[in-house]
């Protein structure tokens, strides 16, 4: 479930919840957690978080003494440590007392204070992982959200790549291309611009440019001065704003991070705003379909719009 906007709220509830907070002691794993043992050691460390697609880095920064001669002790860190997560198909951050930790915790970080308190990492079904000392993935794209141009600019140029041969509805959960689309985001987009999830994905982006025109563009008033413009020029207008598939991606995934605590509250598990957002993901009266990779499609077809290939329809089910 966690896409890129669950993902970069994650990190600003990190980022809240630690500031001013210092942590101390050694990083602790559960013990059936397969993931990779976290070697820091620190006194006194901060914590601070950031988000690219669908990744979360923390990053654990020594905090430095006030006596200038004082030596860091053996086995303490005296470098920031990165640990990049990615968070599978139910993990997210906690921060709680000690004897309030919750069962699935599996990597954890104490403050130094009593009562002591814990940011845990937690993960029902453990398909989330983390790397210590590590760097957003290589073979990632540009965060759809927070790196738009970039994002736009890797789709067009390599719109020639087999992997604009798939449906589209595939297409957007390929991260090298899609950077934190996900299940619930690529039915919102394509439901939005009435797209059939299994045309061509290369039939549906060519013909967009690298560069987003409408991103900056001038006032609206500005724009009713232009007496040249026709008002078919402008109706023509409107509808292409309104069929790029690629500034959806990066819009609709920011309306969900502008409900802020909402779309990601891990204390109180209030998803009724987002719930209300939704307009095709799980809705009533909506489709659904397995993809070729097995992920349950909704959507909603428009007359005269077949899919384009034979797919066994599932009955309405609750997704991944």
């Known amino acids: 479930m966690p896409e890129g906007p669950e993902l970069h709220l994650a990190s ?4 809240k919840m630690c500031e001013g907070v210092v942590f101390t002691g050694s990083v602790q794993k559960s013990e059936v957690s397969k993931s990779p043992d976290v070697p820091f050691t620190s006194d006194a460390y901060r914590i601070t978080a950031a988000s690219r697609g669908k990744e979360v880095k923390l990053t654990l920064t020594p905090m430095k003494s006030d006596e200038p001669k004082k030596r860091v002790k053996a086995g303490q860190a005296d470098q920031p440590m990165d640990i990049v997560f990615r968070f599978g198909m139910s993990g997210f951050f906690r921060f709680t007392s000690e004897d309030q930790l919750p069962k699935h915790s599996h990597l954890r970080f104490y403050t130094k204070e009593k009562p002591c308190r814990v940011l845990s990492f937690v993960d029902v079904r453990r398909f989330g992982s983390w790397q210590p000392n590590g760097a957003w993935q290589p073979g990632r794209g540009p965060c759809i959200m927070f790196e738009y141009k970039s994002f736009r600019e890797n789709v067009v140029s390599n719109l020639s790549n087999h992997a604009f041969d798939r449906p589209i509805c595939e297409a957007l959960l390929n ?62 207008k409107v509808k292409e704003e309104s069929g790029d598939l690629l500034r959806l991606c990066h819009t609709v995934p920011l309306e969900v991070v502008n409900q802020g605590g909402k779309g990601y509250d891990p204390e109180k598990q209030d998803y009724s705003d987002f719930e209300a957002w939704l307009q095709c993901y799980y809705v009533e009266g909506m489709k659904s379909i397995r993809d070729h990779n097995g992920r349950t499609m909704w959507f909603k077809v428009s007359p005269g719009q077949p899919i384009l290939y034979d797919m066994q329809s599932h009955p309405r089910q609750k997704t991944e």
């Open 12 to 15: 600003l509830y990190v980022n």
């Open 175 to 236: 991260q090298k291309y899609f950077n934190g689309i996900g299940n619930y985001l690529r039915a919102e987009i394509l439901f939005r611009l009435d797209i059939p999830p299994f045309v061509s994905a290369r039939s549906v982006l060519e013909g967009l440019d690298s560069d987003d025109f409408c991103e900056n563009e001038k006032p609206v008033k500005q724009e009713n001065a232009d007496k040249k413009k026709s008002g078919r020029a402008k109706q023509k």
